[in-house]
C-alpha cells in the first residue's frame, strides 16, 4: 500500500498569456452528466483590474504536492475578461465549447460510428481522444446537414441506436470507454476525511487536496456510516474562504 502525505498543496493556474500561483481563488467542477465541466476563477485585491484575457484563451489550472503537479482543469475562457467588466471573475468551459460551436455538414460513405466521430472532434481542432473499439455494423450513406458536432454525436447514437456516453476529462475526449486507474485511493475517517454526508442521493465527502482524483474513477472508503468501493459521479476542487484547497466528491 502506497501513503501520501497530503497537506499544503501547490497549484499554478495559466490563463492565456499569465501563469499565477498566488492572488486568486478557483473552482473547479466535474460531472460527465452535464454539457461541459467549467471553472471559476476569482481574482484577489493584489490583480483585479489589472488582468486582460480573450476570449477562448487556453485555461490550464495545476495542483499537487512537493512540486509535483497534476491538471485538474484544462479548458478554454468563454467570455473576454478585463478591467471594465462588472466582475472580478472568469468563466471557463472544457472543450465540449468547440464541439457545440462547430457545425458538420457532410454526406458519408460506408462508415462506422468511429469514422464519423473521428470526423467531428477533427473537425472541431479535438486531436487527444480515444474511442471505444467496439465493432459495429457500417452504415452504407449518411447524411448529416448542419448540425453541431455535439447534435452530430446523438444523430450517431440514433443512427446505430445505441446510448454511447462521451465527455471530456482534462482535455481529452472519451467515447464509450473509461480512462484506465492504476491505484484505488482510500480515504478513512479520522485520517483524510474532513466531513461525510448524504445529499440528493449521494454521499457527499470532503477531503484534502486530491487532485489526482476524478469522477468516473473508484475510491474505497473507511468510515463508520460507509466502508466499501464506490464510483466518483461528480468531482469539485476548490479554495476555500480560508484559503485552503479542498476536495468535494460525490458517490
Not at 82 to 111: P, R
Not at 142 to 166: G, H, P, R, Y
Not at 172 to 183: A, L, N, S, T, V
Amino acid at each position: 500500500m502506497k501513503t501520501e502525505v497530503l497537506f499544503y498543496p501547490d497549484f499554478q493556474v495559466l490563463i492565456g498569456p499569465y501563469i499565477l500561483q498566488r492572488g486568486i481563488t478557483f473552482m473547479c467542477y466535474s460531472d460527465p452528466q452535464k454539457p461541459y465541466d467549467w471553472c471559476k476563477i476569482s481574482f484577489t485585491e493584489e490583480f483585479q483590474g489589472s488582468i486582460q484575457v480573450n476570449d477562448k484563451a487556453d485555461v490550464e489550472i495545476y495542483a499537487g504536492y512537493s512540486g509535483s503537479m497534476v491538471p485538474i482543469f484544462k479548458g478554454i475562457v468563454e467570455k473576454a475578461y478585463n478591467m471594465a467588466g462588472a466582475k472580478d471573475e472568469i468563466l471557463a468551459k472544457d472543450y465540449s465549447i468547440k464541439l457545440a460551436e462547430t457545425k458538420v455538414s457532410n454526406t458519408f460513405l460506408d462508415v462506422t460510428p468511429q469514422e464519423l466521430v473521428e470526423f467531428g472532434l477533427l473537425k472541431a481542432g479535438i486531436h487527444d481522444y480515444e474511442l471505444a473499439e467496439e465493432i459495429y455494423p457500417i452504415k452504407p450513406v449518411v447524411s448529416i446537414i448542419q448540425k453541431s458536432v455535439v447534435d452530430f454525436l446523438k444523430e450517431i447514437n440514433s443512427l446505430w441506436k445505441v446510448d454511447i456516453k462521451s465527455y471530456f476529462r482534462l482535455g481529452k475526449f472519451y467515447w464509450g470507454i473509461e480512462p484506465d486507474q492504476e491505484d484505488v485511493y482510500i480515504f478513512e475517517y479520522g485520517s483524510n476525511i474532513i466531513s461525510l454526508t448524504r445529499s440528493s442521493g449521494y454521499w457527499v465527502m470532503l477531503t484534502m487536496c486530491v487532485p489526482f482524483i476524478g469522477h468516473s474513477q473508484m475510491i474505497e472508503i473507511d468510515h463508520p456510516y460507509i466502508s466499501g468501493e464506490f464510483q466518483i459521479k461528480r468531482s469539485c476542487h476548490f479554495i476555500n474562504e480560508d484559503g485552503w484547497l479542498r476536495t468535494k466528491l460525490w458517490f
